[in-house]
């Protein structure tokens, strides 16, 4: 299979879905306007022409087969976040 060289794995967490999944300054417009409906659409999935949950989408039917490497690339990404946050880089929105 293809997703199970983890390069491959690996570039398309990184390169595809971690960029897709980075908020955009129309979501955060959005949820300051009316944060109980931006909640509200999320949960709901009514959003779902969006390149966040199709993102999100790819992600759940990645962790359907390759469950262990998905969740050890993206613990690693939200650390490294955390990590360039803890160190002062920023607010650490735009990498959100």
Request: hydrophobic share 35%; charged share 30%; proline share 2%.
């Amino acid at each position: 299979s293809l997703f199970a060289q983890a390069e491959v794995l690996q570039n398309v967490c990184q390169k595809i879905i971690a960029p897709n999944m980075q908020l955009l300054q129309a979501d955060e417009d959005v949820f300051d306007e009316n944060p109980i409906e931006y909640v509200r659409r999320d949960i709901e999935g009514s959003d779902s022409e969006t390149r966040r949950r199709v993102s999100c989408d790819l992600v759940r039917g990645l962790c359907r087969n390759y469950e262990a490497q998905v969740t050890s690339l993206f613990s690693a990404y939200i650390e490294s976040l955390l990590a360039t946050f803890a160190a002062g880089g920023g607010d650490g929105r735009e990498d959100e």
